[in-house]
């Protein structure tokens, strides 16, 4: 664990290294949570797969969510505003009308506290977050845990809460192997949007004959670039969309790179994947985000699956990042 700067209120900021050297290595901030390196050992050398930003001014700036956890409910809630048993509830709206990856101030914009170290390749991070934290009802706490494993990061949330409240969290490293990049998603279904607000419309439609369709690997910017004149994807500028994962599979998503010689396998215990190709990233920077989770606008349609924490119940979420060649 070093220092890695500090707030402008005065908390220090520290990034923890997991891993052994030689192997996988992952770097955490305690800003956000933030996975500021992941380093894949390949063909004699290290290689970054996720983006990073130099310091921590960067990330404390940074609008892209780069590296983050996300929370309490990630992706968009439209017209920022939900009801729990007859109430209705208002949280901040920073996407025009809508509320997205939990606020302007959501958990990537927090400073969480170490709960655990004491192994070189274990890290529990914890959080509180307050009733009435960006709008939401009841006291919050969070703990995010990390564990590095031979060729595999793996991510797991847990919360509890003292008053009904939405929690949908999700991770959101921005991956980039190298070369060109071959992707596959466990899914024979997607979630087309409305308009450029990006809320699902509440239909379900099937992938096949259309550019949301990836169970069998295709390269990720050449399929964009052929498809572009696909409404879909006109209307997010690229690919940002919600899919259905299918209940029995190996994986939930697949990016390959047989000139890096890396292949990352995304695995979760969740019922939907967003798949985001970067398009609004700076120029010069590309990345891929892979985000296992609720379905976008789950809190306001419930034929997407109820995502209300109740006191007495623990909300647990899990995701594994392995590697292979």
Known sequence: MKRFG?????????????????????E??????????????????????????PDLD?????????????????????????????????????????????????????LWRVVDLESPSRLVLGLLSPDGDEGYPGNLEVTAEFVVTGSALTVKFEATCDRATPVAMIYHPYFHLGGEQQLRIAAGSYLPVRDAA??????????????????????VNAAQLASSSHQQLQLASGYDHCFVLDSKRLFDAEVDSPTAGIRLRVLSDQPALQF??????????????????????????????????????????????????
């Open 198 to 219: 990006l809320i699902p419309t509440g239909e379900k439609a099937s992938v096949g004959g259309t550019p949301f369709d990836f169970r069998r690997p295709r390269g």
């Open 28 to 53: 955490v901030l305690t800003y956000g949570g933030i996975l500021r390196r992941l380093v894949v050992p390949v063909r004699g050398m290290e290689r970054d797969v996720v983006l990073t930003l």
């Open 276 to 325: 985001y190709g970067g398009q609004h990233l700076e120029a010069g920077r590309t990345g891929l985000c892979l985000e296992p989770g609720a379905p976008p606008n789950a809190v306001n349609d419930p034929e997407l699956g109820s995502v209300v924490l109740r006191p007495g119940t623990t909300y647990r979420a899990r995701i594994e990042y392995r590697f292979g060649d």
């Open 6 to 26: 500090a707030l402008e209120d005065g908390r220090e900021v520290h990034a923890i290294t997991l891993g052994e050297s030689g192997g996988l290595l992952a």
């Open 58 to 110: 960067a990330y404390v700036r940074d609008a892209t969510f780069q590296g983050v956890i996300v929370g309490r409910v990630a992706n968009r809630i439209a017209g920022a505003q939900f009801e729990i048993d007859g109430r209705a509830y208002r949280v901040t709206a920073n996407e025009g009308a809508n509320h997205l990856h939990g606020g302007r101030l959501g958990f990537g914009k927090k």
